[in-house]
């Protein structure tokens, strides 16, 4: 009988994968306990356990560790959504769904999330949801409101089939503003904001296959994507 030996990089993967977990969410630990600016590399490897060139292995800088973050954010969303998007197709029942859940997963790091707005609120910086580092991130959250609107019963101008995923992803991103100040309990003014802005917006994404709005919905994006942060290095 022949036994399968597996490769090196088999047997490495489940191993990296666990330690390169157990430093981001040290990081994040560490983060809303001693505040990102006073949080350094070497004290996450230290609390770790790993060596300060093994953190740098898996996280060029912090900046790098909070990508991770992201990243993560990114991935817990799209699988929290999953029942909302394989469900009703009302548009407006879809983008309240979505936008729920996101705050259902963002809840955890609430307390700290305005540590790292601080920060990402320079458009220099590589925290900043429209940086290059941020691609990954947000091309997952595009990726999410596409599957919102394509799935919906509400019909849209083929030609408006890219545009109108990012300016619903513009929208959480000023939930996500909203939400990093929001201070009353459970975030209840950012779940207030999302049931009255979700009928709205799919309303106005409804109305945007007429003809007379088209060349409006395209001079909003144009001009959104003309000088909002980031906009100059792309």
């Known amino acids: 009988m022949v036994k399968h ?32 600016d006073k949080t350094t590399m070497r004290a996450i490897a230290q609390e770790a356990g790993v060596s300060v060139g093994n953190a740098y292995y898996y996280f060029a800088s912090k900046e790098h560790l909070v990508q991770g973050f992201y990243d993560r954010l990114a991935a817990e969303h799209a699988e929290a959504v999953g029942p909302v998007l394989d469900g009703d197709r009302d548009l407006a029942v879809r983008i309240r769904g979505v936008l729920l859940c996101w705050l259902d997963v963002a809840g955890q790091y609430h307390r700290f999330a305005a540590q790292f707005f601080k920060n990402a609120a320079d458009p220099e910086s590589p925290l900043s949801p429209f940086s290059p580092d941020s691609l990954p ?6 990726a999410i409101q596409e599957r919102c609107l394509s799935g919906s ?3 849209t101008d083929p030609q ?35 049931e009255r802005t979700a009928p709205i917006a799919a309303r106005a994404i409804a109305l945007s296959r007429f003809r007379v709005l088209r060349p409006l919905v395209r001079q909003i994006h144009d001009v959104l994507e003309e000088f909002l942060p980031g906009a100059a290095a792309r």
């Open 5 to 36: 030996v597996k490769n090196a990089g088999e047997a490495k993967a489940p191993k990296s994968e666990q330690t390169r977990t157990l430093i981001l969410e040290t990081a994040l630990r560490l983060f809303q306990e001693r505040g990102y």
């Open 137 to 142: 991130a947000r091309e997952a959250a595009v």
């Open 153 to 155: 019963s509400t019909r």
């Open 160 to 194: 408006l089939a890219e545009v109108l995923p990012r300016l619903m992803w513009l929208m959480q991103m000023g939930l996500v503003l909203f939400w990093v100040y929001d201070r009353t309990e459970g975030a209840e003014r950012s779940r207030r904001l999302v």
